[in-house]
């Protein structure tokens, strides 16, 4: 039996590439075959994704059973001495957890595609669905990683995805424009994280997440002064944690640019431009994902720096209020959700800068199913509204689309976090770290309140954006005659639904706390997994090396706070909203509401750094590509072909000259050499 | 090539003396049948036959020298063979030399069957040859001084006969008188330097004259003018700067394919001899306090790729251009000589000998482009070759072949016998030489590109019409190309015995 058990656990792990591979194929099929087949590669992307989902449910089975992995499976570059650069498979509780979320999303997303695409007769579709193929197989490949290097590869091509999906209209004017953005952005991050993925092989001479000889191990046996092989690294003049602190935000800089955090937010709002599958898929639940995903990755290492953690909790605290003001005033139903979902990666940010590991996860895990749910039932409205988003125009669509208003009431109530959907639990526990760990930290107390004001307004938003679309009188002709929904749509909605309302349910501390009952699965489950690379080492190694400690406090009495302000927050949006015909109350804010809705000029001040300091520096390479390099070239080339032209002219074609030089030529090296051995002395 | 992948043996089989001398024998005993063939008819006119047996010599030699080589006769652990008391030295180095003489040899007497059609003392030309051949393989086997004279003498006569062999053509008779003058004076310049390195030493064996330093001299300055003459007269066989003045002369008025022995496998013959003696004789563990030759070379490797890329740069006509591409490839190949006793001397050697070995196949086919030019009589400067691209593709794809090679460009082997020349320079910390070999490089770029330009890019005025695709000098030609393209892949087989073959001589 033992035996029988072991080469399943050992299958299960030789099958796992196959997780990212499946997608792959759709990606082949749909790229190359998708228009002579008869969903234009839905079916294939359905059924790859399908596959892939049935291989982590596997995958999450096996690491459930105790069994981990963590191999390299393609070695790319090896060098005995420095360094090698590799592929490999990191499979333990954290990345099977998101290999389940990436795939089901992805599998419901594909799904919903063909209601939302292929029923609505848009062209272009094998390169859609091709687009969708391979931005899975990038992400899971992401969360597959064993290394850092692996990681950037698949972070670049789930950046490059994310331009192909969200630029799908390019015949349009906005899409291309805002896919560019997306693009540019998140590049910028990606600088500092190339950088940073170079500067830790030159510091580690390795980027493996987990082991013993990996950089998070070796970072804190240097620090420990344990000797071993952590003992001396080059630190650049830095003190260690100093260097491991720059280390980490170099690292950040991608971070914040795909997660969307201040001050690389900019391009998600305009990257809905994108059809709203895609939304659901990037800019929920997977891409955006990966961002505060690779913090998780690689906690054991931001784990050594409080430095790092507090900026990591302060931008994710400072975010999550700032955006949340934004989504108050918007009109567009995914405009709402793009702010909605920077503000709660936020949350994420602060959770795991704040010491809340296994809060941080669980929060991804709740927003990326309620999320992908509330970007999907958009993509319903929006179906049923023939391609309108304007909140204005909508109104009474409860009665007409009984089971979209449903379940986007079920995330709505998750989203804000209203008790006992998923959100209360996730986000009530990530504040709840804030504020033990605050109490003795003021800055991290000062992440922990704007987080706190950030829920009154997510309460408000959340509800405007429910009762403008579903509630009151019908305020368009469209919105009285909505277009009917198939079971495509429907189908993912209801999942999703489910699962915005129970998810929240694995990990109820507050309920744990009060009852004594072994009810946080979650903490369970992270607190497995490879030696290092559990939640249970990180909060020693928070408490030791960062100085982490938390006050004594009842979680209990902290949700009830925050849920306090999250139903006044939906309180106030129903008292303003509810009417049968609702006004613009946002109106009264005044010049307040003009800085919302132009983002606080975001993205005036961006573009008018890009066009003055990047014009300029591109300028000034531009005048010295052009005056010094080229001239150099030029000047090389004409003195080449100048003393080119003497060495002909020496060539006079007279034998006596040929003999004079030559002789002389000889008597001049033997008076050099001469010269230089001493010979003449 | 293929007998190279034959293992080597540990311990050579006991041979006679006539069987590790057989290259030499053959070369020099088709010379003399030809000679014979000549005295009894001098009127021949069967180009054919000459052609046939001069070629059958050489590639007879060439398996004969591949068959030693892979028998490991002179390798390994027996050591070389010193033959008639050490006057001959049979090593892998002097089979590895022996190999791209021959082989050159074969290419240009295949191209030469064309090249001289309609034209007397064809017998002549073909016995010079293989006289001129017999020299260098003699030089790439000799063990002493005046074995050293002798075979450099032998290889060199010939070659001034042949230079100017189109007794008709005003420059081809002026070219070769010019190198005639030229050469007397180096071999004066050779034969003092030999007679002061006696003088100091008493003695002429190489090893004689190593073993006898070894123990220190009080005449340092007389020494040191003596190797330096003998290098001298290694740089004119070399075409090095500043005894090169006669090789753009020489090799324009030159026969085409004279041209193409001559820069491929005289210059070979040079180094070998130059790596011999100085190797040995001269090594640097034994004169390094007193003579520090290594410098001379140094500066010589310098000036000599400076000079012979820069004028190259500034020529109208290919092949004078390819004259003085040679004088450059010199200075690369010198870079293995300075590169000497900085504790990777197999290396650098080894680097040298593998550019020569396909610089002999890369130069030769280049050069017989040019003949088959000249045969199709379309002009010398590089705007008549304007357009050829299209008349004659097959060709012209070769010459693109050779062209990027000798820039070093990874279409053949040029490209990774200059990387390792690279290396053994930065290796021995010859930074400086490393630089300029890149530097000279890049502006190599630019007169090679300039043939492909010709070739493929600009149109034809109209006014060529070419008559004829010539068998031999095509077949010349594309065997060339293919084994200068295999010897990109091929090239680490060939660098495991020019390597091992170097590094004999330091053991």
Known sequence: ?681 | MAGLTLPVLQTAPPISDWVAVAPVLLLGLTALALFVVDSIDPDSSNSAALAGTAAAGTLLALVATLLLLAGGVGQGQGGALRLYGGQLIIDGMALFFTVIFTSVATLVIVASYDYLRDRVYQAEYYMLMLLAATGMALMAAAGSLATVFVSLELASLPSYALVAFMKDNRGSVEAGLKYFLIGALSSAIFAYGISLVYGVTGQLGLEAIAQQLSGGTQLVGVLGVGVLMVAGGFAFKTASVPFHFWAPEAYEGAPAPVSAFLSSASKAAGFVVAFRVFAVAFSPEAVAQSVDWTLAFWLLAAVTMTVGNFAAATQDKVKRMLAYSSVGHAGYVLIGLAALGGGQDGLVLGASMLHLLVYGFMNTGAFLFVALAEYWEVGRTFEDYNGLGQQAPIACVAMSVFMLSLAGIPVGGGFMSKYFILIGAVGTGHFVLAALLLVNSALSLYYYSRVLRALWVEDSDGSVAIEGYPLGLYAAVVGAAIVTFLLLPGVFLASDVATAAASALFA
Not at chain 1, 77 to 105: E, K
Not at chain 1, 388 to 412: C, H, I
Not at chain 1, 440 to 446: E, F, G, K
Not at chain 1, 530 to 558: C, D, I, M, Q, R
């Open chain 1, 1 to 681: 039996m033992a035996e029988t058990a072991t080469s399943t656990v050992a299958f299960a792990f030789e099958v796992a590439p196959a997780i990212a591979i499946l997608p792959l194929a759709s990606f082949v099929i749909a790229l190359f075959a998708g228009k002579y087949l008869p969903k234009r590669g839905a079916l294939a992307g359905i059924t790859a994704t399908g596959g892939s989902l049935l291989l982590s449910l596997w995958v999450m089975l096996t690491v459930a059973g105790g069994a981990y992995y963590n191999e390299e499976i393609y070695t790319l570059v090896s060098t005995p001495d420095s360094f090698d650069l590799h592929f490999g498979l990191l499979l333990d509780p954290l990345s099977a957890l998101m290999l389940v979320i990436v795939s089901l999303v992805a599998f419901l997303v594909h799904l919903f595609s063909l209601g939302y695409m292929n029923d609505e007769g848009e062209p272009g579709l094998p390169r859609y669905y091709a687009g969708l193929g391979l931005f899975t197989f990038s992400m899971l490949s992401f969360v597959l990683s064993d290394n850092l290097f692996m990681s950037f590869v698949f972070f670049e091509l789930v950046g490059l995805c994310s331009w192909l999906l969200i630029g799908h209209w390019y015949r349009e004017d906005a899409p291309p424009s805002a896919a560019k953005k997306a693009f540019l952005v998140t590049r910028f991050g990606d600088y500092f994280f190339l950088v940073g993925v170079v500067a830790i092989f030159a510091t580690f001479g390795t980027a493996t997440f987990a082991g013993a000889e990996s950089f998070p191990t070796l970072a804190e046996e240097a620090l420990a002064g344990s000797g071993g092989a952590g003992g001396e690294l080059p630190t650049f003049g830095l003190s260690a944690q100093g260097w491991f602190t720059v280390l980490g935000l170099l690292v950040l800089g991608g971070v914040l640019g795909k997660s969307a955090q201040f001050p690389l937010h900019t391009w998600l709002p305009d990257a809905m431009e994108g059809p709203t599958p895609v939304s659901a898929l990037i800019h929920a639940a997977t891409m955006v994902a990966a961002g505060v995903y690779l913090v998780a990755r690689m906690y054991g290492f931001y784990a050594l720096s409080p430095t790092a953690l507090a900026i990591v909790a302060f931008v994710g605290g400072f975010t999550a209020l700032f955006a949340a003001s934004m989504a108050v005033v918007k009109r567009d139903v995914k405009q709402v959700l793009a702010y909605s979902t920077i503000s709660q990666y936020g949350y994420m940010m602060l959770g795991l800068g704040a010491g809340g590991y296994v809060a941080a996860v669980f929060h991804l895990m709740t927003h990326a199913f309620f999320k992908a749910l509330l970007f999907l039932g958009a993509g319903a409205v929006i179906i049923a509204m023939h391609h309108r988003q304007d909140m204005w125009e909508m109104g009474g669509l409860k009665n007409k689309l009984p089971v979209t208003y449903y379940t986007f009431l079920a995330g709505s109530l998750a989203l804000a976090g209203i008790v006992p959907f998923a959100g209360f639990w996730s986000k009530d526990e990530v504040l709840y770290e804030a504020l033990v760990h605050g109490l003795n930290d003021p800055l991290l107390l000062a992440a922990y309140l704007m987080g706190l004001t950030a829920v009154f307004f997510t309460g408000f938003y959340t509800f405007r954006m429910v009762l403008l679309t579903f509630h009151g009188e019908p305020r368009t002709h469209t919105a009285r005659n909505p277009h009917s929904l198939g079971w495509s749509v429907k189908t993912p909605l209801v999942v999703l639904g489910i699962l915005a309302t129970v998810i929240g349910l694995a990990n109820m501390t507050p309920i744990a706390e009060a009852t004594g009952l072994e009810i946080e699965f979650l903490h369970t489950w992270l607190e497995h997994g490879l030696e290092g690379v559990n939640s249970e080492h990180y909060g020693e190694v928070l408490e030791t090396v960062a100085g982490y400690s938390a006050a004594e406090l009842s979680p209990l009495l902290a949700a009830v706070f925050s849920l306090s302000l999250a139903l006044a927050g939906a309180g106030l949006a129903y008292r303003l909203y509810s009417g049968d015909r609702p006004e613009h109350h946002t109106d009264r804010l005044g010049a307040a509401k003009r800085l919302l809705t132009d983002n606080y000029y975001q993205d005036e001040y961006q573009v008018w750094i890009a066009q003055t300091l990047g014009t300029g520096v591109a300028r000034a390479s531009d005048r010295f590509d052009q005056g010094v390099v080229d001239g150099v070239v030029n000047g090389v080339s004409s003195v080449s072909l100048f003393s080119g032209d003497r060495v002909r002219r020496v060539q006079t074609g007279i034998v006596s000259n040929y003999a004079t030089l030559l002789t002389l030529g000889l008597v001049a090296l033997l008076v050099g050499v001469g010269l230089a051995g001493g010979w003449f002395l």
